[in-house]
């Protein structure tokens, strides 16, 4: 039933003009929607991130957005770097760090976060 629908992820941001500031500054988005009040709409490939503003922002302790990168993962994380974007570090079984990636079980994942604590993978 739901497998044929289109998703979008979801995120809670306590300040829309920060949120603004990371997701085109700084993650280099760009707004399909703003025409909402306390909500942008950023596309991101094929599909949509919706923003929105709430007092419960930032209170999810597990990733909620993740960004294929693909080959592209290690020039990416350079190119945020640059920007300011800081990258956790997790001990995570079976994974080691290599710089900012976790590597191990043919994955390679680094992890930051937004203004507000929201948790974003990187794959690739």
Sequence with gaps: MLGTYDVTPTL?????????AFYEGKLGLTVADDGMDGAIVYKAGATALFVY???????NQATAVSWAAGPALVTTIAELRAKGVAFEHYDLPGLHLEGDIHVGGGMRLAWFKDPDGNIHALSG
């Design 53 to 59: 503003v709430s007092e419960f922002a930032g209170t």
């Design 12 to 20: 809670a941001v306590r300040d829309l003009a920060a949120a603004r």
